[in-house]
């Protein structure tokens, strides 16, 4: 694993900066402030509830923040949805996957920045042949192209999902719970993936419960209780319990900031 | 590149199944036009038999079909769109009253006082105004649902009330007529058809073009790579197309223009008429074209366009649709104004044929024109939909109409008819997506 003090110096990726959303009164996220730099993979931790969801929806401009700000690679960013989320380079996998049921493959990858052709038309045939060229790469067992995602299994939706995400150069990749309705063999297939797209230098942000995946996969944790920060940690400078005492307890180790 | 081997080679289909396969045929569609057939044969054995004449599958007849379908046919198209994205629009029947309303008194009251009466410009500013109406209203109904947050059943219910309403005040309930007579063409009539020559110069258009679309997506899928429809197939296919194309020019071709409409045109062009009569043929009508070309022209929209696209998109998972960056509000704004354009378009038609603007003029369109997306396959769940479905449940229905109009059915069986036919093509519908699953 890299050092992760190597990765937290310059200039962040994403600051978000005192970030508070509030729905009819129940404050989700409190002044929750949380930075991510190229190369590296920074988990988000807590109880359903907790905020980190919330938190990681104004990134991903699904919600807009009552107060607090977002920069990008130093610059502050107006996000105040999912299309100026794109114009940043930041790309996410929604728990929910976010896909069409009722169009195929190609067409969920490429929904809302279609290839066309000639007079506008969509061409069909060589957002095909993209898809099966990063299928190929991501799950080269994936044969499905000219059926509908609904008739796919949770991983092959998965793989869809993933490959819309990475295909558009992504800089900023968002993750919730990216494996949770995944296999063994798929869910390793993922941890590869994250490995690779850190080598590529994209910034990660992964939303996982499962403790063991967290520390496996990632450099830092933040972990959130009741809409506020409990701490971020470097991962391997605290063992599980510490993790498990600051997401259920709210107690922060001496290590944590 | 690899050719992955391909259904028609494989095992363990019986013929016909393998035939479905190869030619990729929609076997939904194929139900269709079976029961559509059905229909058609049925009507002219039960008028052959019963009352001793089978006037169902006559050119004369046919040709009043495709007249009479063209209206629900051309709005169907928009109502696709509207079901497809999970709304619905009660309103377009009152929708095409007032716009009617509207173009009779353009034509009618204002224009010829300006321009002089039969002026060549009347028509063109007429149907410009009918259309940017329908727009207009269409887009306003779209902006209520999409910005203002009201459900399109609540929003179109009001303005099923409202523009009947308006319909009424705007000429007192009076019928507005004659329409100019330029305009009143586009609703079909002898002379509102394009004849036998005109009707083989769009055959051979329609053929060119099914050739070329054939060919060229072929070359397509082969500079992909990608597995190819096995050659019979694809020639069985362009066939049965151009087949169908040509025997529906055969037909409108075989009806000739009535004696009397001979007689005044021959007086008109210092003919003298031969003893046995002058076969002029009527041909393909206007508005059935104008019909064809709006099916033709969302057909495309619809498969080949970001618009069609994120139409299905939005009817598939909006949440999804929404995080992919697409403006599903003023997409629905725009898909409104489609429905309210085209609705537009079809008034033109409808006050066109009856060459007079009423106070009734499509009173009741919106169900049929919802019965016909919904027979031809739309789902109310939304994601699914065919404009070509529309189309042939606007036939399917008005089949049904004509032919018991025909056999001599009074009105309260056709409704009783058209009901049953609407619910059992839905649960047939739902057995046969459940089988597919």
Same mark, same amino acid.
């Given at each position: 694993m890299s050092n992760p003090h190597s990765a937290t110096s310059g200039t962040p990726l994403v600051e978000l900066r005192d970030i508070s959303i509030a729905f009819g009164g129940i404050k989700a996220v409190d002044h929750v402030s949380v930075d991510l730099h190229p190369g590296e993979v920074v988990g988000l931790l807590g109880h359903n509830g907790a905020g980190k969801s919330t938190l990681i929806k104004c990134l991903s401009g699904a919600y807009k923040a009552d107060s607090g700000e977002i920069l990008i690679n130093g610059e502050k960013a107006e996000i105040s949805n999912p299309r100026d989320a794109r114009h940043y380079n930041i790309e996410t996998i929604y728990q929910t996957l976010a896909l069409a049921d009722n169009l195929d493959a190609a067409s969920n990858l490429f929904l809302g920045r279609e290839l066309v052709g000639p007079g506008g038309f969509l061409d069909d045939a060589a957002m095909e042949a993209e898809t099966r060229k990063i299928m190929g790469r991501l799950n080269p067992n994936f044969r499905k192209f000219n059926v509908p995602v609904s008739a796919l299994s949770g991983g092959q939706r998965q793989s869809v999902a993933i490959a819309r995400a990475v295909y558009f150069n992504a800089k900023i990749l968002i993750m919730d719970e990216p494996t949770a309705a995944l296999g063994p063999h798929e869910t390793q297939m993922v941890a590869e993936l994250i490995q690779e797209l850190k080598k590529q230098g994209l910034g990660i942000f992964l939303i996982e419960h499962d403790i063991h995946a967290v520390m496996e996969l990632c450099d830092r944790a933040v972990v959130m209780k009741n809409g506020q920060r409990v701490g971020t940690v470097n991962v391997n400078e605290v063992t599980d319990d510490d993790i498990l005492g600051m997401i259920i307890m709210g107690k922060k180790p001496p290590q944590a900031y | 590149m690899t050719q992955t081997p391909h259904a028609s080679t494989d095992p363990g289909l019986g013929p016909v199944a393998r035939f479905l396969k190869a030619t990729e045929i929609d076997t939904r569609m194929l139900g269709m036009v079976g029961a559509l057939l059905a229909i058609w044969v049925g009507f002219h054995l039960y008028g052959a038999l019963v009352n001793g004449n089978g006037a169902f599958l006559t050119p004369r007849n046919l040709w009043n079909l495709s007249v009479q379908t063209a209206s629900v046919g051309i709005m169907a198209c928009g109502m696709v769109l509207i079901i497809i994205t999970r709304h619905i629009d009660l309103s377009v029947g009152s929708v095409l009253g007032f716009t009617a309303m509207i173009m009779g008194i353009v034509q009618v009251w204002i224009l010829p006082q300006s321009l002089g009466l039969g002026h060549p410009l009347i028509w063109v500013v007429t149907c410009l105004v009918g259309m940017v109406v329908g727009t207009v209203i269409g887009a306003f109904h779209g902006w209520l649902v999409a910005y203002r947050g009201i459900p399109a059943f609540i929003v179109t219910l009001g303005g099923l009330l409202i523009w009947r309403g308006a319909a009424y005040l705007l000429a007192g309930g009076e019928t507005i007529s004659p329409v100019d007579s330029t305009f009143a063409l586009l609703g079909g009539g002898p002379l509102g058809a394009v004849g036998a020559m005109g009707s083989w110069i769009v055959c051979a258009i329609a053929?060119?073009?099914?050739?070329? =679309?054939?060919?060229?997506?072929?070359?397509?899928?082969?500079?992909?790579?990608?597995?190819?429809?096995?050659?019979?197939?694809?020639? *069985? =296919? *362009?066939?049965? *197309?151009?087949?169908?194309?040509?025997?529906?020019?055969l037909v409108v071709n075989a009806y000739p223009w009535p004696k009397g409409i001979v007689t005044q045109y021959a007086a008109a062009n210092n003919l003298t008429v031969p003893p046995e009569g002058l076969f002029i043929s009527h041909g393909f009508a206007i508005p059935l074209l104008i019909m064809v070309a709006v099916a033709i022209g969302m057909t495309v929209m619809m498969g080949r366009t970001r618009f069609g696209r994120y139409v299905y998109a939005i009817g598939g998972n909006p949440d999804a649709a929404e995080l992919s960056g697409i403006n599903t509000r003023m997409m629905t704004v725009k898909i409104f104004a489609l429905m309210g354009f085209l609705t537009g378009l079809s008034a033109i038609v409808a006050s066109a044929?009856? *060459?007079?603007?009423?106070?009734?003029?499509?009173?009741?369109?919106?169900?049929?024109?919802?019965?016909?997306?919904?027979?031809?396959?739309?789902?109310?769940?939304?994601?699914?939909? !065919?404009?070509?479905?529309?189309?042939?449940?606007?036939?399917? =229905?008005?089949?049904?109409?004509?032919? =018991? &109009?025909?056999?001599?059915?009074?009105?309260?069986?056709?409704?009783?008819? &058209?009901?049953?036919?609407?619910?059992?093509? &839905?649960?047939?519908?739902?057995?046969?997506? !459940?089988?597919? !699953?």
């Open positions: - | 053929v060119a073009a099914i050739l070329w =679309m054939n060919l060229s997506s072929r070359k397509a899928r082969r500079a992909h790579g990608f597995p190819l429809r096995p050659l019979w197939a694809e020639v *069985t =296919m *362009t066939a049965l *197309t151009c087949g169908l194309v040509i025997g529906a020019t044929r009856q *060459t007079s603007a009423t106070i009734s003029l499509g009173q009741l369109d919106e169900l049929y024109v919802i019965a016909a997306a919904v027979i031809g396959g739309t789902s109310l769940a939304g994601g699914v939909g !065919k404009i070509y479905g529309a189309i042939l449940g606007a036939l399917v =229905m008005q089949s049904l109409k004509s032919g =018991m &109009v025909l056999i001599g059915f009074d009105a309260a069986i056709q409704n009783i008819v &058209v009901g049953i036919v609407l619910v059992l093509a &839905v649960y047939v519908d739902i057995l046969y997506r !459940k089988r597919a !699953k």
